[in-house]
């Protein structure tokens, strides 16, 4: 019996969930472990709040690393493209889709293709050739490829195109998201929508106001971190997020440890407040 697909239906003393960026965050940067936040992750298990990844990484990749963690909890993939909320009974998920689908992704990519636009996106590409490109494991190459809600591609045409590209997929309401190597094409979704949802889905479930934890570190952040009542930044590699918050902390080390220390230090400070009012 799987024990980790277990959804948290009691409510925890604390009405709290935490909602969290994976790589250079919960996840260290080089190393993608997330052992130094051991304590942390812990100590919200024996508090019972939940855990919500909420990351670029596709369904398949959050399923290994939620394995890897024992983590339970619903995650939302691809930039709040799709969430995952376990089922009661323990087997399988529920998803929903915020905005676009996979498969009306692609038939939008394939009417602009033929209206003339150069590309390749992971859906043209062999797992080995994607695993080339990003230096993923052809393993992980195949977990990367099987999506939910956003198409990763190469440009291959000119940048006059690549505008007419962008205007085209506005259209269709799709939205092309450039971020290094791979321009990414996907809804008007962002990571702030998968907050909310868990949020609502919480509050449903408890049937109380529910107050959201957030850790970010990269732009793609800044929205989800907003959105929550406390924000954690966690330090970048190169810079760190300038966010204006009136709940906001920021860690004093990068990745897992700055995650740890800072969010067993809110913890501490919310459970003391509540103690003493
Ligand atoms: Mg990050």
């Given at each position: 019996m799987n024990t980790a697909a277990h959804p948290n239906t009691t409510p925890p003393q604390h009405p709290l969930i935490v909602v969290t960026d994976l790589d250079?965050?919960?996840?260290?940067?080089?190393?993608?472990?997330?052992q130094a936040a051991e304590k942390a992750l812990k100590t919200l298990k024996s508090l019972n709040i939940p855990c919500v990844f909420n990351s670029s990484k596709t369904y398949g990749e959050m399923l290994a690393l939620r394995e890897k963690l024992n983590n339970p909890d619903p995650f939302v993939c691809e930039n709040g493209g799709a969430i995952f909320i376990p089922k009661s009974n323990g087997h399988g998920y529920n998803s929903?889709?915020?905005?676009?689908s996979y498969l009306a992704i692609l038939k939008v990519l394939h009417s602009l293709r033929q209206q003339g636009f150069q590309f390749r996106g992971f859906n043209d590409m062999t797992a080995t050739e994607v695993a080339a490109l990003t230096g993923l494991s052809v393993e992980d190459a195949h977990l990367a490829k099987q999506r939910s809600a956003s198409e990763p591609l190469l440009w291959t045409g000119s940048d006059e195109q690549l505008t007419d590209f962008r205007r085209a997929l506005a259209m269709h309401n799709l939205r092309l998201l450039s971020g290094g190597r791979f321009h990414h094409v996907m809804?008007?979704?962002?990571k702030a929508h998968g907050l909310e949802f868990c949020r609502h889905h919480y509050q449903t479930l408890w049937q109380q106001p529910v107050r959201v934890i957030a850790l970010g570190d990269g732009e793609n952040d800044r929205a989800m971190l907003s959105a929550a009542d406390f924000a954690i930044v966690i330090p970048g590699i190169k810079s760190t997020l300038d966010l204006q918050h009136p709940q906001l902390r920021i860690a004093s080390k990068a990745g897992p440890a700055g995650w740890n220390e800072t969010l067993l230090s809110l913890l501490d400070d919310l459970f003391k407040e509540a103690h003493s009012g």
């Open positions: 250079g965050c919960l996840l260290d940067h080089h190393s993608y472990s997330a929903e889709i915020l905005h676009s809804g008007p979704n962002d």
